[in-house]
């Protein structure tokens, strides 16, 4: 079945250093979304790409869907211990349902 | 505005036991889900609910049931607990079934002895 699996699984930083988190889709995604859970609590959304190739910016947040609309990267520039917390990329189901699958998660720790 | 509300926020349940969690939102959103998440696991969507009057399998579905009763809540039945169903539980909802961001309640945390 279809599958969105993350990059790293855990990554452990410094303060200031910069980070990235990786998502690749088994099939052809229509759009994807992230989201950001705090250790304790829940995903909330950061943002949805949604055209081939497409940059979008939020602060020191990167956020960049494929050219092939298959993988998506999340890169933060000079993290903060506010930055803590487990980053999931979630994209449809196959056509016809309203699902949608979350990868994996990436779990970020900054040391300060 | 609450936003998407959930009980209990914790529970413990003997094996064969059943239990009813409730989930209610406030922003008039056509979509509901419901999701479990374990550790390493991410975020498994169980039943979901397109649109008031509607409901769907997810990938998760095996030992559970669920009913809108209405375009505010979503409850989520499990009849026989198992330990396997051990986790968080995660209620959602969005403004429509695709493409839209999902606002997430505050969790279950559920163990099964």
């Known amino acids: 079945g279809q599958q969105v699996m993350q990059i790293p699984q855990y990554q452990h930083v410094q303060e200031g250093e910069d980070f990235t988190t990786y998502c690749n889709s088994s099939?052809?995604?229509?759009?994807i979304q992230w989201y950001k859970q705090r250790p304790g609590g829940h995903p909330v959304f950061l943002i949805q790409?949604?055209?081939?190739?497409e940059v979008k910016k939020q602060k020191r947040l990167t956020f960049q869907f494929g050219e092939a609309k298959k993988n998506s990267s999340l890169h933060i520039t000079a993290t903060q211990t506010t930055d803590v917390g487990t980053y999931f990329c979630?994209?449809?189901?196959?056509?016809?349902?309203?699902?949608?699958?979350f990868g994996t998660g990436t779990r970020l720790k900054v040391l300060a | 505005n609450a936003g998407v509300t959930q009980t209990p926020k914790f529970q413990v349940l003997k094996t064969g036991q059943s239990m009813t969690l409730q989930c209610a939102q406030d922003?008039?959103?056509?979509?509901m889900y419901w999701y479990r998440q374990d550790p390493g696991m991410g975020l498994r969507l169980i039943y979901y609910?397109?649109?008031?009057?509607?409901?769907d399998k997810g990938e998760v579905p095996n030992g559970y049931n669920v009913s809108r009763l209405n375009k505010r809540e979503f409850s989520l039945r499990l009849e026989s607990a198992a330990p396997s169903q051990t986790s968080v539980y995660f209620c959602?909802?969005?403004?429509?079934?695709?493409?839209?961001?999902?606002?997430f309640g505050p969790g279950t945390r559920l163990t099964v002895l």
């Open positions: 959602a909802s969005s403004e429509g079934p695709r493409g839209h961001e999902q606002f």
């Open positions: 099939t052809t995604l229509s759009n």
């Open positions: 790409l949604v055209k081939s190739g």
């Open positions: 979630a994209g449809p189901g196959k056509a016809g349902t309203y699902k949608y699958i």
């Open positions: 922003m008039n959103h056509n979509s």
């Open positions: 609910s397109a649109s008031e009057g509607t409901t």
